[in-house]
Every structure is written in C-alpha cells, then in structure tokens.
C-alpha cells in the first residue's frame, strides 16, 4: 500500500517502510535500518544531484551516492532496458571491497571512471540494491535457476515501455519527471534475476513517500537478520 504526502522539511523521494500504527519505539528502529541513495549526473568536470524521477537521454552518466545506517555487504547490479546485466558494487571482484559501514557515504559504482553510462533502447533500468548481515562473497552465487515470471507479473509492464513527462510536474519543477522511476518496491510474485531470487524482498509492510527535495531513503523496523534487496527505477529516453 503506497502512501504519497509532502512536507515543507522533508527531503523528496523518501521511502519509508514501516507500519502505518507505528509505535514510537518502532520509529526508533526504522532510523536505526535506513539507507540513503542520492542520484547523481555528470555534468562536464562537475556532477549535480537529479530528482528521483528524473528522465535520463542516452549517453548520460550517473551514479548513486549510498549512506547506510546499518553495518553490512552490499551488492548492486543493474539490468538495463536491453535485458543486460552488469554488477555496480562491488564493480571488480578482485579487488573490491563490498563491506558497508554505518554512517560512511558510499558511490556506486565503485571503481572505474566511477559512472555508469545510460544506453539501451528508451525505457527502464532496475538497479537492484542487496544488503546482507554477512558476506555473501565477492559476487553473488548463482542458484543454477531463473524464477519464471508469471502472466501476472507487474514488471513486465514495464519491459517495453517509453517514459513520460508527468506534466504537472513538469510546470512546478521545469524538468522531466516520471513517476514510474525511482525507488520502487517489489511486487509480491515478481520475477527477479536468476542471483537474487533466492532472497527476501519488502513486500508486506505498508510504503510511505515523501517528496519534497532530492534524495531517497529505505527503511525497515524489521530485524536485520538477513539479505534484503530494493529496486531502484532509471527511466531514460
């Protein structure tokens, strides 16, 4: 269940998984398991912060700026709109280290020129952010199977769709914004790449959203006691 409001001192595209009666201890933990995602486009020399929603050309190059409140191992990987698969972080199995720390700011990818390119045919690309208690290992393990989507399956909606410019939003802001992108839950039922099927998605808590500034945040009152994976949505033309 999505929950959308504003607020004049909250930052924008925040998404907060908790429970709508949620008590004050429950809020305490939801801050102790929250993690920020800011997204960034290069601009010649220099880089500025992008909505959420923002509609990305071809050829752009972004990248996300991470802060974890927890400690743990991180794991990214992005599935473009042409069906491609390329890991974010950690971005060389050899060499990095995909440990996160509570509090330290984190870009992704990596390594490298430290940007991800925007190609691909006009569409979406689903950036999946695992997070686990303990080290999965240099790179995820496969499983030797692929979860088969069903006729049902909300994601395939989105294979072959072009963004749009919301244009209320595009009045108040003067940019192109699509409310399909961003971060983003995944449906209960929804098929996942063949590496991260085998672990738990957030599903069954209630999602409230805030817009107001430039950043996103995820978090749970749930334990974590184990890997948890959040989809985040580029939309490109």
């Not at 909300?154 to 003067?174: H, I, K, N, W």
């Not at 983003?184 to 999602?207: C, N």
Request: aromatic share 8%.
């Amino acid at each position: 269940m999505y929950k959308r409001v504003s607020g004049g001192c909250l930052a924008a595209g925040v998404l907060l998984v908790l429970p709508v009666a949620a008590s004050a201890a429950q809020a305490q933990a939801e801050l102790n398991h929250r993690i920020d995602l800011v997204l960034e486009k290069k601009e010649g020399t220099s880089f500025r912060t992008v909505d959420p929603n923002y509609v990305f050309s071809a050829g752009d190059k972004i990248r996300f700026r991470l802060k974890s409140a927890v400690n743990g191992y991180l794991y990214v990987m992005d599935q473009g709109s042409s069906g491609v698969w390329q890991q974010l972080f950690p971005r060389d199995e050899l060499t990095q280290n995909r440990r996160v720390a509570s509090g330290k700011q984190y870009l992704v990818p990596a390594s490298g020129s430290g940007w991800f390119q925007v190609t691909g045919p006009p569409g979406y690309d689903n950036v999946y952010f695992l997070i686990s208690p303990v080290d999965l290992g240099k790179s995820l393990p496969s499983t030797g199977r692929q979860q088969q989507p069903s006729n049902e399956d909300p994601a395939a909606a989105f294979a072959t769709a072009t963004p749009r410019c919301d244009d209320e939003l595009f009045r108040t802001s003067g940019e192109c914004l699509d409310t399909h992108a961003g971060l983003k839950p995944i449906a209960k039922g929804e098929a996942l790449p063949e590496k991260l099927s085998q672990y738990s998605v957030m599903t069954s808590r209630d999602l409230i959203v805030v817009d107001n500034a430039k950043d996103t945040s995820v978090s749970s009152t749930e334990p974590f006691e184990g890997p948890s994976i959040y989809r985040f949505r580029i939309a490109h033309k």
